[in-house]
């Protein structure tokens, strides 16, 4: 078994960074149906609205989703480093 697949197996790689950039476009093109489906049969200025603030707040919700994954990233690899730098056995310091 290859090192990438174990790392998925145990959950030290995660795979849903990678599907935010699915759930992006396919909440755009929802968002762009809803919004001219609205437009032509409700009301054109919420319509509007939609296809103005619906990629904006759909962004915006994916890009904190990818932050949270890049923090928990970051403090996984100070653990590593702190791990490593414990093993390691302390040098005598040199006169």
Do not use: K
């Not at 001219?36 to 990629?55: D, E, H, K, R, Y």
């Not at 904190?64 to 310091?93: C, M, S």
């Amino acid at each position: 078994m290859a090192m990438d697949q174990y790392e998925y197996l145990t959950f030290r790689r995660l795979i849903t960074p990678s599907l935010v950039q699915l759930v992006f476009w396919l909440g755009l093109v929802f968002i762009v149906i809803i919004g001219l489906g609205t437009m032509f049969t409700w009301s054109f200025w919420q319509g509007l609205a939609i296809l103005v603030l619906g990629p904006l707040v759909l962004r915006i919700y994916c890009e904190i989703v990818i932050v949270l994954f890049r923090i928990n990233n970051t403090l996984t690899d100070i653990l590593d480093h702190q791990r490593e730098t414990a093993a390691r056995p302390a040098t005598p310091p040199s006169i």
